[in-house]
């Protein structure tokens, strides 16, 4: 594999993993009454889940 499959690869995980553990954020939140904290923590998380796209957009195109 290239490289660039394996950079793509990786970004997938991550944004995956990301996504999932910013959704349990949101759950423990609620479970422990710090709505708001995790609030900010799932914009912040799912913030660097979408910039990870766009560094993975422009590796997608080379290939």
């Known amino acids: 594999m290239t490289l660039q499959v394996i950079a793509v690869l ?7 993993l990301i996504t999932t553990l910013s959704y349990s954020v949101r759950i423990v939140g609620i479970r422990t009454g710090r709505i708001a ?7 912040i998380l799912v913030l660097v889940s979408r910039t990870a ?6 590796l997608l195109v080379a290939l």
């Open 10 to 16: 990786i970004l997938v995980f991550l944004i995956n």
């Open 37 to 43: 904290v995790s609030f900010a923590f799932f914009n």
């Open 53 to 58: 796209y766009g560094f993975q957009a422009p």
